[in-house]
């Protein structure tokens, strides 16, 4: 038997387990999944510790004895509101030197001392390096061993409020299990994407999930920025439900079954009587219901890329876009209309639309047994020395 993982996916009221285990030095497999329903838990965030723990321990016990093994030590994937990424650019004068590791770990430690005074509230899960100059020459790999006169380096920051850490602590050390990782959501998604057969580079990232939507921008193969929104799947759900007085229910059913992605030429297409099973039957049609969808959809394009000026920087660079989406129906059956919403030129732009399955564990899979040529700094090394283990993942 190989070395086993337990990882867990803190998504909007649910929990999803996974147990990899590493075959060999190059190789994993996932073994064992579970999905379990969190009333505790909501927004990915800790709100009722007794009924979460209770839950958490029930799942624990099932994986445990399916796999007659016990763990104490679980790797977690969180996606919540308050996250943050954080840019920064530092610089070391070298006076005609050459580049040493000293001098990587010198810029790092400047960086993270700096983001620690001003964001005092949050604690960071990564510390990624985008870019490295020397010389203000951009340069693709580390210039280790090369003279020059300026070292510089591009970081991002991922932070998360330490309480919110702590609450998460919480829970599992109720259960006897000590966290060894945590790792940001929209970092992992995008870690598939650059690693493996995918091996790409440049490119931006949309996570629709059900209450939050994020953006990411990966260069060269690394996320130099990500902004969550509040906002996700459910918002569409609840302005049908609401604005047509249709029980959430009958809308998620009508969602399922007919296709809003088409074109409805009049508005004597009706929602059949066979949809309204818990609420009083109205007469909508079809192409009501598809307008106060493609509002929605629209707005969420305007905050997540259109009118982003986070953004404006690389829409002119980047060719790549792809989106995911957490809830099945809207994988299924949304993709074109939310493809449609976005100001993007489609002659030169390469849009695919992926399944989100266990995209998420496998990237933090790949973190946790593999490492990530971009990562400086693994979360749980900030209590041990600042840059324990950074140049065994740089340096490779």
């Known amino acids: 038997m190989g070395k086993q993982k337990l990882f867990a996916e803190?998504?909007?009221k649910k929990i999803r387990y996974a147990v990899f285990e590493l075959k060999d030095e190059k190789d994993y497999n996932?073994?064992?999944?579970?999905?379990?329903?969190?009333?505790?838990?909501?927004?990915?965030?800790?709100?009722?510790?007794?009924?979460?723990t209770d839950i958490v321990s029930k799942d624990l016990k099932e994986i445990e004895k399916k796999l007659d093994k016990v763990f104490d030590k679980i790797n977690l994937i969180i996606n919540q509101k308050e996250i943050i990424s954080?840019?920064?650019?530092?610089?070391?004068?070298?006076?005609?030197?050459?580049?040493?590791?000293?001098?990587?770990?010198?810029?790092?430690?400047?960086?993270?001392?700096?983001?620690?005074?001003?964001?005092?509230?949050?604690?960071?899960?990564?510390?990624?390096?985008?870019?490295?100059?020397?010389?203000?020459?951009?340069?693709?790999?580390?210039?280790?061993?090369?003279?020059?006169?300026?070292?510089?380096?591009?970081?991002?920051?991922?932070?998360?409020?330490?309480?919110?850490?702590?609450n998460i602590n919480n829970l599992f050390e109720n259960n006897d299990l000590i966290v060894d990782r945590l790792f940001c959501k929209q970092l992992i998604t995008g870690v598939n994407l650059t690693t493996g057969k995918n091996n790409l580079k440049n490119f931006f990232l949309l996570n629709i999930d059900e209450e939050l939507s994020s953006v990411s921008v990966y260069e060269n193969s690394c996320l130099v920025f990500f902004k969550n929104f509040s906002f996700g799947t459910n918002s569409i759900y609840r302005d049908l439900s609401q604005l047509c007085s249709i029980k959430y229910e009958d809308v998620v059913s009508m969602l399922k079954e007919l296709n809003f992605e088409k074109k409805f030429e009049n508005d004597k297409q009706y929602i059949d009587r066979k949809f309204f099973k818990e609420s009083e039957?109205?007469?909508?049609?079809?192409?009501?219901?598809?307008?106060?969808?493609?509002?929605?959809?629209?707005?969420?394009?305007?905050?997540?890329?259109?009118?982003n000026t986070n953004i404006d920087?690389?829409?002119?660079?980047?060719?790549?876009?792809?989106?995911?989406?957490?809830?099945?129906?809207?994988?299924?059956?949304?993709?074109?209309?939310?493809?449609n919403h976005l100001n993007i030129n489609s002659e030169k732009t390469i849009f695919k639309q992926i399944p989100l399955n266990d995209l998420s564990f496998y990237g933090a899979a790949e973190l946790a047994f593999k490492g990530w040529h971009a990562e400086a700094v693994p979360y749980t090394n900030e209590k041990k020395s600042i840059f324990s283990g950074v140049f065994s993942r740089l340096f490779k």
Do not use: W
């Open 10 to 12: 803190i998504n909007n």
């Open 313 to 339: 920087y690389f829409k002119n660079r980047l060719s790549h876009f792809y989106i995911v989406f957490e809830n099945k129906i809207f994988n299924e059956n949304f993709g074109t209309i939310f493809k």
């Open 281 to 307: 039957f109205t007469k909508l049609s079809l192409s009501h219901i598809k307008n106060i969808i493609d509002a929605r959809i629209q707005e969420m394009m305007n905050y997540l890329f259109n009118k």
């Open 30 to 52: 996932l073994i064992i999944k579970k999905d379990s329903n969190n009333i505790g838990i909501k927004n990915g965030s800790v709100e009722d510790i007794n009924l979460a």
């Open 86 to 166: 954080t840019n920064l650019t530092s610089f070391k004068n070298l006076n005609g030197a050459k580049v040493e590791k000293r001098d990587l770990d010198y810029i790092l430690n400047e960086g993270k001392i700096s983001i620690s005074k001003n964001e005092k509230s949050n604690s960071i899960l990564h510390i990624l390096n985008s870019n490295f100059y020397l010389d203000k020459k951009k340069r693709e790999k580390i210039p280790l061993n090369i003279f020059g006169d300026h070292l510089g380096l591009q970081m991002t920051f991922v932070s998360l409020p330490k309480n919110n850490i702590k």
